[in-house]
């Protein structure tokens, strides 16, 4: 920062310790009560009414002069704001009552912030309190109310100089010792760049938002600052929407089906004999069946299963995901010492966190896998032709269904809490989802500011990822009719969209990454906007995965040599750790020129997927070792199936967290493993019944309505043909409870099956099938 500027940050702080002071001073309010509290020990701690009534005198004499001093710089800017009259009429109220100390009022101004202690540190918030200023009430002597305390948001913004280029809160001030105020807050004051004050204002409910946003911007005029409010909130009894009613409907009646499915399997469980064929209203039924979800939820993936790596690797990835939010989403102004967190820019270990935008990246691999290895696997497996719109149609379907899921639940964030701050976040996030949530469903949510997207952090991804599916019909179709020009189209392809990410980058003068510690809030913006949300900046990693799921699908085993894991795992670590540390320089304030910029935000996402490629190559080929064991491990596997439901819902459960604090909240590394933990449990709690309600059910009809006869083997018709006439073999659905005989048909006279076992086969990521095989022997009934 420049001199001047130097200098005005320094006059303010001197001020403002200065008011501090005066606060302290002999006829204070403090002083008041350390004399009153002084009083009753003199009187051994008994209460005397004496003392209360001389403690009640002087505080009228303080409150007096008080209002003295202030009254009329009061008057003058409630008259300049042209409040309404009922505003007017309270505010006197108000005043008059604190010269007379009546107990409402004096709440009232407890009830509003003070100045916060730590600002040198960058502790810039005190919040007031939020629920007693709420219970405030003022009644008429009929009983009524004539007004009740609202709690009203207070920002206030420094008047800074232009922002310096590449400015960086992460930069370190100067070694030297600081002897003055002044050279101390010339290194601090690039916090103002990051955060601003915010306090809470309790004031009577007469005045309405518009009332206090008119005061405030005559205030901002007195004090040469930027000050606003944003909105207001009052003790108001809860009212449930529309939306509220139609999300518990649909909540209630999937409740009744699924207890009615799980009924009927328990029921069908209690035949031991085998069925060959079910209805199709009890095979609905069953896909609803709480026992099966609940069983598949936490059965392990079968040996024969070579991609059940990808469990584990889900799993860890969304821990880091969440993991990274609670770090990102860290609300400075709320925060006590937040110097801490800018101090850890400068750390490479820091990294991880930093560049945890990279987490997404293997979604969109594991993605793009699936959809090249389930379409070109499908065909020959069923009686068809490639059809990869068909895939692309139903996932858009299943996905739907989520999203409207957690939008619904979304709605029900005011109603189960509230705070000081929940405009910052909740409201905005609800008033999107009124404004657009049409654009989520139509999943084109990434091509508008992440500020305007309906739950934000969940509906870009699956817009993305939707639009790459449908981007990847023509690849996948090439790969089928000839896979070397499929694949040579695909590279094609990778390195067009990194082009586009550099040119976009270039043109703008955006971030390599999303950068956190950079102090430019508005190229945040813009990077997350043009590029971060773009499907081209991800159709790296997805595209990878296309490829290596056709490497999968034909490579049935291979064994690696001892020096060819040695390059490929070197490789893999180099370029992991090349994408996440070689933004090093930039999170420190060092960056390097615009050409090699562009260049790391067009590569660092595609060699991070690349790396990710080799992991999951080497533990499907069972060239893994102990990390095959690790990923592939059955503690890893219930995590992995509830991904997507973690992926959708932890954003609300962060939300209510961050937006309900009532107290600043003390920045350390203890502090968020400590939330960070606590969301985790929190949103597997709620993800699990939304998993056995909702996501299950969807992919087992999925399963039941797209399922289709596989095509038979020659070989094994003819083996089949050559069976005894009392062995019978059937195929049915995953979700159809065969393994435990609960399919089972009533025999016909004479006749009893002999349920002998069940092989559980994948035919593609989505649809599994179960070979039961039971044995006829005839016998008389008697």
């Known amino acids: 920062m420049n001199t001047n500027a130097s200098s005005k940050f320094g006059l303010y702080f001197v001020l403002l310790l200065l008011l501090f002071e005066k606060c302290r001073s002999a006829d204070s309010t403090l002083f008041l009560w350390r004399k009153f509290m002084a009083e009753l020990m003199e009187e051994k701690h008994s209460f005397n ?14 409150m007096k002069e008080l209002m003295n001093s202030t009254l009329p710089v009061l008057v003058d800017i409630v008259n300049a704001a042209s409040v309404s009259n009922d505003c007017t009429k309270s505010l006197i109220k108000y005043a008059f009552d604190l010269i007379n100390v009546r107990s409402w009022a004096m709440r009232m101004l407890d009830a509003t912030s003070k100045l916060p202690s730590g600002i040198l540190e960058g502790t810039l918030s005190e919040l007031g309190a939020f629920d007693q200023c709420l219970d405030i009430e003022l009644p008429y002597k009929n009983g009524s109310f004539q007004f009740q305390g609202q709690y009203c948001g207070l920002e206030i913004n420094r008047i800074l100089p232009h922002l310096p280029a590449n400015f960086n809160v992460g930069i370190k001030g100067t070694k030297k010792p600081m002897s003055s105020i002044g050279d101390y807050v010339k290194k601090m004051g690039s916090i103002f760049f990051y ?22 911007g005559q205030v901002a005029k007195k004090i040469q600052m930027e000050v606003s409010i944003k909105e207001c909130y009052k003790k108001d009894p809860i009212v449930f929407e529309t939306i509220h009613i139609a999300v518990l409907s649909v909540l209630s009646v999937l409740l009744a089906i699924s207890i009615g499915g799980s009924c009927l399997e328990y029921q069908l469980n209690k035949d031991s004999f085998p069925q060959e064929e079910q209805s199709n209203t009890k095979k609905i039924f069953l896909c609803f069946s709480l026992i099966s979800n609940y069983k598949h939820l936490i059965a392990s993936s079968e040996k024969s299963d070579k991609l059940k790596v990808l469990q584990g690797i889900k799993a860890l990835t969304i821990a880091w995901v969440m993991f990274g939010h609670n770090y990102a989403w860290t609300n400075f102004p709320l925060a006590r010492k937040p ?38 696997k499908i065909v020959p497996v069923f009686k068809r032709k490639l059809f990869v719109p068909l895939y692309t149609i139903r996932r858009y379907l299943r996905i739907l269904m989520l999203l409207l899921l957690t939008v619904g639940l979304g709605f029900f964030m005011p109603v189960v809490s509230s705070g000081p701050f929940w405009y910052d976040v909740v409201d905005q996030e609800l008033e999107n989802c009124r404004q657009n949530w049409w654009i989520s469903v139509l999943f084109l949510s990434n091509w508008i500011s992440m ?7 969940a509906s870009w991804f699956i817009s993305t990822d939707i639009q790459l599916h ?22 094609c392809l990778i390195f067009a969209c990194n082009m586009a990410i550099a040119v976009v980058t270039f043109q ?17 913006q813009d990077t997350i906007d043009y590029v971060h949300l773009r499907p081209y900046t991800h159709a790296g990693p997805f595209f990878v995965g296309v490829i290596l799921g056709v490497i999968i699908l034909h490579i049935k085993s291979i064994k690696l040599t001892k020096m060819q894991n040695v390059l490929g795992w070197t490789g893999s670590i180099l370029l992991a750790l090349t994408a996440l540390y070689g933004a090093h320089d930039w999170n420190i304030g060092n960056p390097h020129g615009p050409l090699l910029t562009s260049v790391f935000a067009s590569m660092h996402r595609t060699t991070f997927a690349m790396s990710v490629a080799w992991v999951v190559f080497v533990c499907v080929t069972r060239n893994g070792g102990p990390v095959d064991m690790l990923l592939s491990s059955t503690m890893l596997a219930p995590a992995g199936k509830l991904t997507f439901m973690i992926f959708m819902l932890h954003s609300l459960i962060f939300w209510v967290r961050k937006a309900t604090v009532r107290e600043r909240l003390y920045v350390s590394h203890y502090n ?16 699990i019944p939304c998993y056995l309600l909702v996501e299950a059910p969807i992919v087992n009809l999925d399963s039941l309505l797209f399922s289709e006869k596989k095509k038979e083997d020659p070989e094994n018709q003819e083996k089949k043909e050559h069976l005894p006439g009392n062995i019978v073999i059937h195929n049915y659905p995953h979700n159809t409870p065969a393994a435990t005989g609960s399919i089972a048909k009533p025999c016909s006279s004479g006749t009893q099956n002999i349920f002998i076992g069940c092989l559980e086969t994948e035919a593609n990521n989505a649809n599994y099938y179960k070979t039961v095989i039971h044995i006829k022997s005839n016998y008389k009934n008697r």
């Open 672 to 687: 968020l493993l400590y939330d960070y933990i606590g969301n985790i449990v929190f949103t597997i709690m709620i993800s």
């Open 451 to 457: 500020k305007k997207i309906c739950i934000s952090t």
């Open 470 to 491: 449908v981007i990847s019909i023509i690849p996948i179709f090439i790969l089928y009719k000839s896979r070397k020009f499929g694949v040579f189209f695909i590279v």
């Open 195 to 216: 955060t601003e004050f915010r306090f809470g204002v309790c004031v009577p409910s007469k005045c309405s938002l518009t009332d206090m946003q008119r005061i405030a």
């Open 49 to 62: 009414l004496g003392n209360i009534s001389n403690f009640e005198t002087e505080m009228r004499i303080v």
């Open 508 to 524: 703008r003068n955006l971030l390599p990454f999303v950068q956190m510690s950079c102090a430019d809030k508005q190229k945040i």
């Open 339 to 376: 110097k801490l967190l800018t101090d850890a820019y400068q750390k490479l270990e820091f990294g991880l966190v930093l560049n945890s935008w990279l987490s997404v990246e293997p979604f969109f691999l594991i993605n793009g896998l699936f959809a090249s290895y389930a379409a070109l």
